[in-house]
Every structure is written in C-alpha cells, then in structure tokens.
C-alpha cells in the first residue's frame, strides 16, 4: 500500500481522493490510467479537469476543481493555469469557470465529421413540418450524445443541446442503434457505466431489453414513452453511411402531455423516416466522393 500511494503522489494524485477517479469516472469523468505506454495521463487530467465543469457547478475553487477531478492541489492548479493561459478558463482570483472557447472542442468533432453540413437542411424541414424539436445523435460507451440539433421553444422536462449526454437504452436515439450491434458488442458497450449523470425511470432486466431491441430491429425505429424521464416522448430512426452501417440516429422529440403516441406515429414517424432516408442518401454520397491526395513533390 506504501509503495501504491508513493506512485500517486509522483504522479499528482492525491491518495485520500484516489477513491473519488472511479465515482469520477462513473460520473461522466474519464479513465486516467491508460493501457500502454503511449497514454499520456497529463492530458487525460487536462481533460477531466475541463469535463469536472458541469450543470450545477459553473464555478469552482482550486479546491473544489481537485476534489471533483481526484487530483492533488498543485496538480490542479497547474493545469487550471494553463488552460486559462490557453483560453479556455477563467477566474476572478478566486473561483475558475471555463470560457466559450471550449466549444471549440466539440465543434470540431461535428464540422470533421461533415454531418452538421449534411443534416442541418433536412432537419430544418422536419422540425417545420412537425413543429417539434428534432435532434441526432450518437453512440458513446453505454450513452449518446447529441451532435446536432434544430429545437422549437417548447418546455421540456430536460434541457438538451449539442454535447448533451444521456443513458441510450431508454431513449429512443438509443435504441435504433443499440439494436443494430452484434450480441457480444452490445453486451459490452452496455456494460459501460454511464457517464450522463442521469437515472432513467426505465430499468428493464435483461429479457425486457433483448425483447424491446429485437421490436426495434424489426420494425427499423424505435419509440420511447417517459422511460428517460416524465414527459419525454420521441421516435427514431437509424441513420446509415454508404455501406448500411448505422452510424447514428434522428429523433423527433415531444412533450408527452401536448402529444399523444398516436399523433407520434402516425403522424411524425413516416416524416422522420423519410427524413432518415434523405440523410442517409446524402451521407452515402459523401463517402461515395474521391479523396483527392495533391503531391508534394514539384512538378
């Protein structure tokens, strides 16, 4: 046990919180102990101390920031200062809070992926004709996140924006592509704790899951009724690149007191899987464009 907290506190670990990485990391943290020598553990704090900013706590101490990312004080601070060297947080000399900039992170992620470019038409038309909020997102572990999405003014029961993270077995962004891995894959993906921070009223056993995802797989969407939270309601579809692999899922997303099921499925389902065809066509067609690679060399 000697030897264990001398290694911590070379690295900058703090012993007493060391408990905290897991809680941490179950939390919506990030593993910090890699799996080979190429992991770089001061980037993983860097990041997990960007990822300890969440809804609820804004602003942070020094002290507050060490204990929620498991790291020693002078570990922190070192890297809260650096950050703010690099514009991405703040402080009035007291507290820290991260700065716009780190929306650079995750927007970069989508503009890469050309899928906000692809999407946004297309959902901009859903959203008309529906007049509900409509949304994408993808697998991440044992939860989705979304990277894009076109809202309407309504009041939901929970805010949700790009980089939002929920469990994806009770949603219905989830379950389209949930349903579309293999057995062992999916075992494994859901085996993943969650990192959404979120408790979804539906917690089905085992059978119940394998039932409700071998539905959506022969149905081809999926449907969630108040089993994230009390009054969601949405429908989905699986979106799918060039070769048919599902790569994400469109939802349309509405309050289960204003709609009813029925308005949901009859009515916005056979838009939104028109919606999910066109997207997944025009996805098909960007892979379908030839890299073209320009030569150094002088001609």
Known sequence: MGDVTFVQRRAGVNP?????????????????EGTGPDFIEALARGLEVITAFRPGRPAM??????????????TARRILLTLEELGYVRTDGRDYSLTPRVLDLGVAYVHSTGLWDVARPHL?????????????????????????????????????QIGTRFPALP?????????????????????????????????????????ELREVRARGWALTDEQLALGIRSVAAPLRDGSGRVIAGVNVNCHAAETPVERLVEHHLPLLLQT????????????????????????
């Open 171 to 211: 949603t219905s962004l989830g379950k389209v592509q949930l349903a579309a891995l293999p057995p062992e894959e999916l075992e494994a993906v859901l085996a993943e704790p969650t990192r959404s921070g979120l408790v979804p009223r539906w917690q089905p056993d085992r059978a119940e899951r394998d039932a």
């Open 276 to 299: 999910a065809g066109e997207i997944s066509a025009d996805f098909a067609r960007l892979d379908a464009i030839p890299a073209v690679v320009v030569s150094g060399k002088a001609g």
């Open 124 to 160: 901009e038309r859903l959203v008309a004709r529906t007049n509900e909020s409509c949304s994408i997102a993808q697998l991440d572990g044992s939860d989705i996140v979304y990277v894009a999405r076109v809202a309407v003014p309504k009041i939901v029961g929970l805010s949700v």
């Open 61 to 74: 101490t020094l002290a507050e920031v060490a204990t929620a990312a498991g790291l020693a004080r002078p």
């Open 16 to 32: 007493r919180r060391y408990a905290a990485r897991r809680a941490t990391a179950e939390g919506g943290g990030m593993p910090r």
